[in-house]
């Protein structure tokens, strides 16, 4: 059982550079989003999609692109990186029930120089 | 709007002890879900456990309690009898209803660290 995967782990940028964090599932899950998690802060909704074709901004989403052309995949991009995008990405799903718990892949440890 | 609070940044005790972790929401909502996450030092989030609004019934699940109390706005863990490998960053996490699908809102999180 894969479950949410996402690569890469780890991943060192300058800054100005672009990237895209890639999240898959294969559970079906119609629900997917994106947090990112800073000392201090816990975890913080960046995007999230409720479906192929669907997606919408949470509490930080400035910096950051998403699309969802396909049930399995929600990548986040990072168009111009910047030193304060330095975290720890979290991307998870879970089906159309918010009383569900969300599935959390590994995590992508982000490095902004 | 929704807010999730862990006023415990940091908790220190020795094995064999047992520790509460308190964690305290906002919403105005009627209908929303409380969840509890654990991460260890490896790195994932793991789910531990979720309580429904409407259901105050307290939970047991091993060493694992948790206290569920409306009229304070509350949803506590307990570990009883605490183990090194209880070690990790512990995440209170709300959820509600109204968006039809789940929008985590996460406390910032308690580290517990459990000494031999």
């Known amino acids: 059982n894969a479950g949410v995967t996402q690569t890469p782990k780890f991943q060192v940028l300058k800054t100005g550079q672009s990237m895209t964090l890639q999240c898959a599932q294969d559970?079906?899950?119609?629900?997917m989003s994106w947090y990112r998690q800073d000392p201090g802060m816990g975890l913080r909704l960046i995007h999230y999609s409720v479906g192929a074709g669907i997606t919408d901004q949470g509490e930080v989403p400035n910096g950051y692109n998403v699309s969802r052309s396909t049930t399995e995949d929600f990548p986040l991009r990072l168009l111009s990186a910047a030193p304060s995008q330095t975290s720890v990405y979290f991307c998870?799903?879970?089906?159309?029930?918010?009383?569900?718990?969300?599935?959390f892949g590994d995590g992508t440890r982000l490095s902004i120089l | 709007a929704q807010k999730v609070t862990q006023a415990q940044t940091e908790i220190s005790v020795v094995e064999k002890e047992d520790v509460t972790l308190d964690c305290v929401y906002e919403t105005r909502d009627t209908t929303y879900y409380l969840f509890w996450y654990k991460q260890p030092p490896s790195g994932e989030l793991v789910f531990l456990i979720r309580r429904n609004s409407f259901d105050e019934q307290n939970e047991i699940s091993g060493r694992y309690s948790w206290n569920f109390q409306k009229s304070t706005s509350s949803f506590n863990f307990t570990i009883t009898a605490s183990q090194v490998v209880d070690s990790a960053v512990y995440f209170c996490?709300?959820?509600?209803?109204?968006?039809?699908?789940?929008?985590?809102?996460f406390g910032t999180g308690t580290r517990l660290l459990v000494s031999p």
């Open positions: 998870a799903s879970s089906s159309g029930q918010s009383n569900q718990p969300q599935h």
């Open positions: 996490a709300l959820s509600e209803a109204r968006w039809g699908f789940q929008k985590l809102v």
């Open positions: 559970m079906n899950h119609e629900y």
